[in-house]
Every structure is written in structure tokens, then in C-alpha cells.
């Protein structure tokens, strides 16, 4: 039985999964009430203790693998989370270890989806392939080698941060056009938006207030035919097929996976995204990249990923005592 | 010892390298004059064992790695080279195999300069790095934890094809706007003649044709303050510069290394690219990332790249028996 544990600005999910990947338990806590990190990870750990006294009494906890914005994977720390109230390097993987006697693995979300993927979902198998996730923001997880590509300071597969344009749209970043600007629920969003201003059509998202507008709605009313909601799911798969043409050239992978809120939009997202990747490929590769929507279960994805990192780290241990 | 193959469109190159990488022997034939391949492969293989019979008569072949135009790593071949007289597919590991009884790595010349500058350069002991090669094209190798990267199909790596301007210069390749079409050897020179189209400058590169214009050509102008020639370095520097910014947001390297003709332009090349490289960083990345030049010697550096080749592979089977 191993932990895994999804660490996101508003809640913290946790779970425990058996070895054939069956999530035994699941819970949640806040993340935003505890101003001492302390606090918040003993809450955490009691939850994780008391969930297991309850599935499995007598069976160890053989490992943790948490999933954490701005986490790095060498130092097992969240470092300068934009989303978190805590602020500067947080030592996690040492405060956790305080509460539990196994291996603790910490990455970043995206890339406990990518080895979850591997693990648990429809990358089973494969060597060389990218999730990339779709929600408020873009992240990726780059798999090569059947690795994780962690780079050679953990921060790795930023690929919400290549550039479509540099004189494009404002990012958190502090930078320019970055490719998360235009795609992940945000990005649409802001096209539907810009849209809006320079055309004349009509359209009921006219009648919605950019609070109010979420990803669903804009597929609700492209699938009805909304000029507008339909062009910005086309402008959206053009921005990230023609970007992705750039990554394939990088690590020419076998499948890239689209995971979150916008990939939930189905062919709506997925058939520009295939057609615009597959126009900007060179010869060499094309007809041969895949892009597919993830495996996992939506509800259990982040606690199945971070659980994997784990899983993962555990048999690689006794790989390397054979 | 073993021996490093290199196959270039006019010369193949090869030799034999002691394990302390020294080069025991080094020659060179003609890639052009055979319109059989097996021919071809009958002189090349003649001319290694005459140099090992005349350095080392007692001294087995321990290994050939062999550096060429779109060599895939995974099939032992070469594909489609458009440099190369042979078309289609040619099995050049099972042709060679059959005059020597020793394993055989093939990939293409930049994977052989990376692996080359991790195993005898300036890339000993790093895990995550990259080799671009800058000559008629731009080639590349990427490195990420201690391994090449080839990718699912056997093509990774091929960042002179990432897009720097989807309306720009036409491109080898079919497309356009790509990397090595604004740097590379050929780069730099459409660069000179664009500015020379543009602008009004006075320049002593008025007088000189394309075809006679060579990039140390451009590097002696510019040392002499010609400002045409500057500003056509500044503008490579800039283009490979914001461009590696989206690279390094993938796998994240510790260092770049520049090898080949334009890189021998020194300071004039890699000030502008680190400048323009460290602007376009996500902060994270900031003051990290490095970019070097290659530690190999010019001349024995495609040989060495390619012995590296079956060094790593005669040490990785060795590892796996332990």
C-alpha cells in the first residue's frame, strides 16, 4: 500500500492505492488554512494515518509520492509557489518524513500525471511520450527513455512557457506569449474574449461575464454551433498543434497525452490540435505522433500520479538490488 | 580499441581510438565515388583493418560507432539522407557487420558530437545537456539523465527544424521559417545578403558573391568593424538565443555546447546568444543555463563522436552484466 498525495492551491487530495493501482481511500483537506506549513502537514499526515487505520490496519505505508506546484524532484522542496501561501523553499519531503518511516518522492503535478500515465493509464508500455495538462494553466510531464526528463535543476518540461509570440499575451511568468497564455482553460477564455472585441458576430457568449465564462460553457455552445465558441476552439488547436510540431522535434515522442478541463472538450479540442500538429511536422515525422486523451479516471488521476512516482521509485530500488 | 566512423555527404572519416581516447590512426575516403553502397562499405572497411594491422596488428576492434546523415539509432540504417547518393533505406549496420565481428552503434553526426563531448569533451560527468552542431544545417543532441535522447521513432533531437517564423525563410525540409535557416553556416550568409537587400551600409561584403561568401569571411569583416558583418552575428545570436529559451524549457539542460564553423567565430557568436538566451528565460531558468564551446578538437572530433558511441554501449552491457 502506498500514499499519494495531490498538493493544489485551494485543496490537498490524498489516497492510499494497493499494488494493482486500486484506490482504497481518498480524501481531502484544505490547503489555504494552515499559515505554518507544520500545521498543515500534520494535519495531512493524521488524515493519512487515520485513513489507513480504517482500509488496512495492518498493512505499511512502503512509500509517499506527493504532487506539488513548483516542486523539485532533487531537493524534495516546493520552491516559490505562485498559488501557495507559503512562500520561499519549503522542505517537504523533511517535514513529511517527520510522520511516516517510507521513501517520499515529490515532483511537480504534471509530472505525477506523466508517470501515472505510465503506471496506471493508456501509456502503459510506452518509452517516449509527453502528458501535458490542461487547467487553469499549461503543464507538462516529458517522458523519454521510459524516464521522466527532470533536467538537470528539476524544472524540466515547462511547456506552458515556450513561446508562441513575443509580443503576445501577458503570462504570470512576467513574460510575453507564452504558450499557456492561449491554451489551457484560462487561454480560451482570453480567445473567446479577444474574439468577442474584434468581430461583429453574434453570439451568446456575449451574455456571459469572463468570471462567469468556464470551458464547459464555451464547449456547450460550440457544440451548438456558436460561430465564436467554435473559432476559438480552432484558434485554440492551431496555437498548440503548431507548438507542439516544435516539442516533437525535441523528443520525438510516441504519443502526447491531453489531460484537465479543455481535453474533456473531446474532438472539439482534439481535431484541430491533430490537424494543426500534423500540417507543421517535418517529413520525418509524420503520420506517426499520437494525441490522445489521458487514461485516468479524471476524479483519482492526481493521487494515482502521485502515487506512481513512488511505485515507480520502489521498483527501480529493487531493479538495482538484483 | 575501437573505431569511429563518420560519413559525411563528400568525405567519410574514420579511425581508431585507444580507450584513453587517444587517435591511433585517422583517415579519410571518398563518400562519393560508389554508386553500390556494398562497394563503398568494402574500401571503408579495407582501409580500418589496414590502419589496425599498421598501428596495433594484435589488438582487436572492440566496437565501431559510426556518426552519419539520418542514421537511425533503433534500425541500424540510414533513411532517405538527401546528401547521400544511396536512396531509401540502406542497412549500413548489417553491411558493415559483415567485415567485422563487433557491435555495432549507428546514430546521426550531432548525437555522435554529444555523445563525444560527454565521454571526451567538455561535457564529462554532466547528465543534462545539449550539442548543436553548426554547419551547412544546424544539428543537434540532446543528453537528459546521462542518456541520448532518440526518441520513439529514432529522430529526436532535430532542433535546426523547430519553427523560428512559420512565414519565413524556405527551408531543405520543404517548410518554412526554420532554425537552421537563420542559423547555420547557410544562415548566416542569408542573413549578410538580406541586410545587404535592406539596408543602405557601406560594406566590403557588397563585393563578395553568395557562393564565394563563407562564414569566416563574415567573422573577419566584422572583427574589422564592417557593420553589416556585426549585425548579421548579432542577429544569429538573437534567433538561436530566443529560440534555445523554448528548449530549455523542455528538458531543462545544464549546458549547450556549440561545435562546427560558425562556433569558431567566438565572442562574436556566443555573447549575442547568451544575452538573447538569458532575456528570454522563464526566471526560473535564469543565470543557470550555460553555453559553451565544444571541448573536442575540430579535426578528430567526428571520429571521437562516433568511438563514444560503442564506448558507452560496450559500458553499458558490461554494467548490465555486473
Not at 113 to 141: H, P, Q
Request: glycine share 12%; net charge neutral; charged share 20%.
Amino acid at each position: 500500500m502506498i500514499a499519494g498525495i495531490d498538493i493544489g492551491g485551494t485543496n490537498t487530495k490524498f489516497g492510499l492505492i494497493d499494488q494493482d493501482g486500486n484506490v482504497l481511500f481518498q480524501d481531502r483537506i484544505k490547503t489555504a488554512v494552515h499559515s505554518k506549513f507544520e500545521d498543515y502537514i500534520h494535519e495531512l499526515a493524521t488524515a493519512i494515518k487515520a485513513g489507513a487505520q480504517q482500509v488496512a490496519p495492518d498493512t505499511p505505508i512502503r512509500g509517499i509520492g506527493v504532487g506539488a506546484p513548483n516542486a523539485n524532484y532533487y531537493r524534495g522542496t516546493i520552491e516559490h509557489a505562485a498559488n501557495l501561501q507559503w512562500k520561499g523553499i519549503v522542505p517537504l519531503a523533511d517535514i513529511l518524513g517527520t510522520h511516516f518511516d517510507a521513501p517520499i518522492v515529490i515532483t511537480n503535478d504534471a509530472n505525477a500525471a506523466a508517470m501515472g500515465e505510465m503506471v496506471y493509464g493508456n501509456a502503459k508500455g510506452l518509452k517516449d511520450f509527453i502528458v501535458i495538462t490542461l487547467g487553469t494553466g499549461l503543464g507538462s510531464g516529458i517522458v523519454c527513455n521510459g524516464q521522466l526528463v527532470h533536467g538537470f535543476d528539476g524544472f524540466a518540461a515547462e511547456l506552458g512557457h515556450v513561446i508562441v509570440n513575443p509580443n503576445g499575451r501577458l503570462c504570470g511568468c512576467g513574460r510575453k506569449g507564452c504558450l499557456e497564455t492561449y491554451v489551457s482553460a484560462t487561454g480560451i477564455k482570453r480567445t473567446v474574449y479577444k474574439m468577442l472585441a474584434d468581430h461583429l458576430e453574434m453570439s451568446e457568449l456575449r451574455k456571459i461575464s469572463f468570471d462567469d465564462l468556464s470551458t464547459r460553457m464555451i464547449s456547450e455552445y460550440a457544440l451548438k454551433g456558436d460561430k465564436v465558441a467554435k473559432d476559438a476552439f480552432e484558434y485554440t488547436g492551431q496555437v498548440l498543434g503548431s507548438k507542439l510540431a516544435d516539442t516533437v522535434a525535441h523528443t520525438n515522442p510516441e504519443t502526447i497525452f491531453l489531460f484537465g478541463g479543455l481535453a474533456m472538450a473531446g474532438d472539439l479540442i482534439f481535431e484541430p490540435t491533430r490537424r494543426h500538429l500534423e500540417k507543421n511536422l517535418m517529413t520525418v515525422y509524420r503520420e506517426k505522433v499520437k494525441i490522445e486523451p489521458s487514461g485516468l479516471p479524471n476524479q483519482s488521476a492526481p493521487i494515482l500520479g502521485a502515487g506512481s512516482l513512488v511505485i515507480n521509485h520502489l521498483n527501480y530500488q529493487s531493479q538495482q538490488k538484483v
